[in-house]
């Protein structure tokens, strides 16, 4: 039988549950990965709900734990990288249109890689997570114009570099 | 022409947004349900090096030992449990975690040096760390919040659930057996030594003989890779030091 506190966040958990799930898969692309880091997610959550009930904003708290997580599992694990300008210069058309998902995780991290992490974070939070730009004000402890800039400078920094290779 | 520019720019502009717009999502069965097995070891996921020094405490006061060194363990880290106030010198090799503050344990970091207290108050448990790096960092965990202070000043605050993390590593009952038949323990002089192995990586505890006091703990790599590499050495500990409250405070 479960307690109201850990019902009211299973309940969080499964309202939520498919921004989570988009999130950690266009971050770690391992599906296991995912998995576990989501399952993690919960569990922690869940060893304290007391500490949770108090929690004024739940779901930035939970986003916050959940950007921790992904980071430390890539920091942790050596998985392809992505960063490399060689990488971004062998962008073409083809690639900017994918097929699957193993080819749009391709495409997504090698153009967020060429940002710094808060405007990565913004735009991964935007669309991946279905966020609006106030709640990622909040999850980042930003002021809303802040979090609005940062979206705007990522994305006009990646149209300047596909322009260069005329994939615009 | 500039007009023509800035709609060619913002045509663009919405191209580039689209791209990031999900279009092969997968699909979602997780389920939350079923309690899983932790993939990531949770030495890595606390965050902190209170957690380590915690390990490694709580590693030693579980084993199966000689009654003698049994003896003296358990007195230190009676000492140490009961003591009020903890202060800890140490040197990890790690990497700063964004703007947070946090050090993590990282193998291809470099050297940094801290120091750890702790406070118990009741029930409650406060940590402080200060960074001995150019921003001088310092990070308090006040039993309820995060605290970051650059040069003195606060410069973040948030919700934050380690305090409840070390309480529960440092909580024997949380304590897998598995570790008891894995632990090795030797005497020399006036030293006894506690090695514990866990995923390529070495914890040994130091106690001595005639004070009962922990005097040293490390972390270090066994693994094929990196072997030998120091992640973290204690350089002091001392108990029941002089801790005033306000350093738990931002």
Redo the contacts between chains.
Sequence with gaps: MMGKNRQQI?EL??AE??NL??YA??RLHD???V??????L???IL??PE?FR???NKRA?IY?ILY??C???L??SAKMDLRSPELFASLDKET?Q????E??FM??NR?LNLLP?EQSEV?RL???SNLSFQEIADIM?IPLPTAKGRYRYG??K??EK??KLNL? | MDTQDNIKSERDYVKVVELFNPKHPRKNELTFSKPKKRKMGKIWSLGGIAAMFAIIITVAIKLVMPVSAAEVINKALSNLSNAENVKVEFMMRAVKTGEDGIYRPDLNGNIVNGTLFIQKKGDKIFNRIDWDDSERNTIIFDGTKYIHLKNGTAVASHPSAFSDELINILNLEHQPDNIIKESDISTDGNTITVRHSKRNILFTGEFRKDNKQLAKASVVVTGKENAGMVMLETKLIDINIDIPETMFMD
């Design positions: 299973f958990f499964i549950k498919d799930f988009q898969s266009y599906i296991k990965d998995e576990d880091v989501l399952q993690n919960y569990e922690k060893s304290n500490r108090n929690v004024e708290y916050r921790n997580e980071t430390n599992l920091r942790y900017l994918p097929e699957n998902f080819e749009e495409m997504v153009l992490p735009i935007r669309h991946h402890e994305i006009e990646i149209r596909l322009k615009l």
